[in-house]
């Protein structure tokens, strides 16, 4: 069915660009072609995956997700207005953020400059929000933005409850960026989904498979690559690990049960608890550059009743061993 968000049809499930833009870098060192990235945007579209989250940072200057987009529009222009695109930026460095009125304009300045004359910023959105400048002032400063053109309107990411409803007595917030996932479920209980339920802002729901440990990719922390990020974080330690995979059998368990993929009980329980009364539209984004991946990351299937009374039941018993990120980025988190 998907939602209406901006006057558009978005479908049920999005698509997280990240693993596009960060080949040429110690994530990715090989790099993929365009005729690979190409097709496997197209396998989204054909799957209903249609709202795509990219950012500024995702990759290098002259080659990040938005430069994809860029050759990607000049050889497909008719895909433009397929695409609900939202864009992260005023991060610099992956590590300071700067939501002032000069930063602001910087950055999606330069996002546009990158996603060409043939793209389209529908939402924008800081990365993390300032804590040396108010969110009124960031939002007056993106509000700018949507009345020259440069953007279609704003988002905000990571940001608390209080925050989402400071910023929206400036201006429309089109949508909040979260992590929200079977191990991330603090949106839940902070208060920050009740205030976009109340506020009627979609949730886009990041790292919906929790970097990928909730699809069984991982078995221990020896199975992540030499130079793979993920062993950076708290809770990919050796330590933290096979704690953390406790959840995982419990939900490959449900899976089996099923006959689908523990990635698919993941995604379709957001899209479940999305549909409880006085939710918000919640909208996950897995990213993936595999077409396979993409295609088993659409699949939407019934939960149902007793399937989710058994993931509270899971969830009562799991407790996550390790933040999210590593301690410079969590002091970033607007909590």
């Not at 991946?293 to 659409?298: D, G, L, Q, T």
Request: hydrophobic residues 40%; contains cysteine.
């Amino acid at each position: 069915m998907g939602h209406p968000i901006q006057g558009r049809q978005v479908g049920n499930i999005g698509l997280g660009l990240l693993g596009f833009g960060i080949f040429g870098t110690q994530w990715r060192p090989e790099k993929i072609s365009d005729e690979e990235i190409f097709a496997a945007i197209k396998a989204a579209l054909a799957a209903g995956c249609n709202y795509f989250n990219a950012a500024e940072f995702y990759g290098t200057p002259d080659n990040n997700t938005l430069t994809i987009l860029s050759r990607y529009y000049v050889k497909y222009p008719e895909d433009v207005d397929k695409i609900l695109l939202n864009v992260k930026g005023c991060f610099h460095d992956r590590s300071r953020p700067d939501s002032s009125p000069e930063g602001v304009k910087s950055s999606v300045e330069n996002c546009v400059r990158m996603i060409g004359g043939k793209g389209r910023i529908d939402q924008f959105e800081p990365a993390r929000k300032d804590p040396n400048v108010d969110i009124e002032v960031t939002v007056a400063a993106l509000n700018e933005q949507v009345q020259i053109g440069n953007i279609g309107g704003i988002a905000l990411s990571e940001v608390s409850a209080q925050t989402i409803r400071r910023a929206a007595k400036v201006a429309r917030i089109e949508a909040v960026e979260i992590e929200l996932s079977l191990w991330s479920t603090e949106p839940l209980e902070n208060g920050v989904v009740q205030a976009c339920a109340e506020l009627d802002i979609p949730i886009i729901a990041y790292s919906p498979l929790g970097r990928g440990m909730l699809a069984g990719q991982f078995r221990s922390y020896a199975d992540l690559p030499a130079n793979d990020p993920r062993r950076m974080l708290p809770r990919f330690q050796p330590d933290a690990f096979e704690a953390n995979l406790r959840l995982v059998k419990e939900v490959e368990k449900l899976a089996a049960k099923k006959g689908c993929t523990p990635g698919q009980i993941s995604i379709n329980w957001i899209l479940a608890i999305s549909r409880r009364p006085g939710m918000p539209r919640i909208i996950p984004i897995p990213g993936s550059t595999n077409i396979k991946r993409i295609r088993e990351n659409a699949v939407e299937i019934e939960l149902t009743e007793e399937d989710m009374a058994e993931i509270d039941g899971i969830l009562k018993e799991f407790t996550p061993v390790g933040d999210r990120y590593h301690k410079s980025l969590m002091a970033l988190l607007d909590e």
